[in-house]
């Protein structure tokens, strides 16, 4: 049976078939707003990069209650609670990455990116919980 997340699955694949996906999230993201900015201005990106790849498939397999990711998206979260991440920000994270699934997913439509919004929402619902 197909439930939504593999729609979600399968359009990620699709995002990074062609390169530059998690690049064009951070580009969208950083100039969102300075104070998202001013957070990286130490970050090394080429590691930065890499490890939001890994983030998001942790937030998917979150999503489905995959045993053992629950640990993961806490650690995440114990993180940015330390970053000091504001509710606002998250929400500039989910529309940034939204902008880059239609920018590289051919098969973006409305309805798919309402499927990664779901996706992604528990992960963020606990990482906003645990900064408040
Ligand atoms: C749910 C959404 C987010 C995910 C999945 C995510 C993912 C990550 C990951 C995987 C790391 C590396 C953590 C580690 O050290 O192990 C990280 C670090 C970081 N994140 Fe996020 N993040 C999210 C939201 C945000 C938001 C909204 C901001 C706001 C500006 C932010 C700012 C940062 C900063 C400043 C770092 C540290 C970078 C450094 O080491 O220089 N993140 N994030």
Redesign the pocket.
Known sequence: MTEPPDGVLASYYRCRREGGFIDTFYEV?LSKSP??AA??E???FKI?KL??R???LE?LCFDRGLAGTSEEIA??AA??RE?E?SEE??G???DSLCTAVERHDPEYCAELEQLWRRA?LK??AE?VAAST
Do not use: G, N
Request: aromatic share 14%; hydrophobic share 60%.
């Open positions: 993201f104070a998202v957070k990286f130490q970050t090394d930065q490890m939001l890994q983030s998001l937030m650690r995440l993180r940015h970053l991440i920000m998250y500039m994270w989910l992604m992960s963020i990482m």
